[in-house]
């Protein structure tokens, strides 16, 4: 609902707050507990919601950049879509949470929003979903129909093959392989021609294998050689932390990439770089080379 898992830890505790609240009204011959709880939380979502901006990935605001060389100054004042930690959410919820999928979801009024996630992701019957938001059920198919056309006439979502797939294994593989040994012609050739990289909340993204290549050798020209890649999973995809070479201090925590592959090829790479991410999926900042090799 909220695109940010900062954001979803205090609505959760606000919800509970108010469960414990509203215990005393509680009724099990109106309502399941499930129900009771999930309509207290949609509803604080909602309230959440209230006045907030839709939370973006850069290729959602505007054109790809052309230039590898352009300033990486940060948007701050944008409140970017955050990537989800898989530990936190049961195996068969994460595949509705693809980042894709969560971006496309942003542009979505909230009470849309609210109905498709409930009725298409968590399967409460339309009913159930009625009273939730205190509406009909005919109010609620009329919704989520049009969430569906939204979604439907909007940006594509990418498909995404789960993360232990052999293949998507070998690839983040021969991907990280490559990213450590600075080696852009080896790291281009598994990307398909038209791969998107974003770095929010810098607002700056890249499409296409060379532009994509040529940004990537300006970081290695930038930040040297001698980064460590470390698989980690975020939104039921594959994805990297990144930790860049410091002189004085070993390797440092530089992003969370998330990757999505398709048929042996990465199509995109979202690359987070807010610090504040990093310990929602428990990653150490700062590691010693010759400790790397047992966090692999």
Avoid at 6 to 23: G, K
Avoid at 41 to 57: E, F, Q, S
Avoid at 87 to 99: A, H
Avoid at 242 to 271: E, K, W
């Amino acid at each position: 609902m909220l695109g940010s898992s900062h954001d979803a830890e205090d609505v959760v505790q606000e919800a509970l707050l108010r469960a414990w609240r509203a215990r005393d009204r509680y009724d099990p011959g109106r309502a399941s507990e499930r129900t009771w709880l999930y309509r207290i939380a949609t509803n604080a979502c909602l309230t959440a919601l209230r006045g907030r901006a839709r939370r973006p990935l850069p290729s959602g605001i505007g054109a790809p950049s052309d230039d590898p060389g352009a300033p990486l100054t940060p948007a701050a004042e944008v409140p970017w879509l955050e990537p989800f930690p898989d530990q936190r959410f049961d195996v068969v919820v994460r595949t509705d949470l693809r980042l894709g999928l969560i971006a496309a979801l942003q542009v979505l009024p909230p009470r849309q929003r609210a109905v498709l996630i409930l009725r298409e992701v968590l399967d409460f019957p339309a009913a159930e979903v009625a009273q939730h938001l205190s509406t009909t059920v005919a109010a609620v198919n009329s919704a989520l129909q049009r969430a569906r056309s939204a979604l439907a006439g909007g940006a594509p979502i990418d498909e995404v093959t789960e993360p232990d797939d052999p293949d998507v294994r070998a690839t983040i593989e021969r991907y990280m392989r490559a990213f450590e040994a600075a080696d852009v012609p080896a790291l281009v050739a598994l990307l398909a021609r038209d791969a998107v990289l974003e770095m929010p909340p810098v607002p700056l993204w890249y499409r296409g294998s060379g532009e994509y290549g040529a940004f990537i050798q300006r970081v290695f020209d930038l930040r040297g050689a001698g980064w460590r890649m470390r698989p980690v999973s975020a939104n039921g995809q594959s994805a990297i932390a990144a930790y860049a070479p410091a002189a004085d201090r070993g390797l440092v925590l530089h992003s969370l990439q998330v990757l999505t592959v398709r048929r042996g090829r990465i199509t995109r790479n979202v690359v987070f770089t807010d610090p504040r991410l990093f310990g929602l999926f428990g990653l150490p900042q700062q590691i010693q080379p010759d400790e790397f090799a047992r966090m692999r």
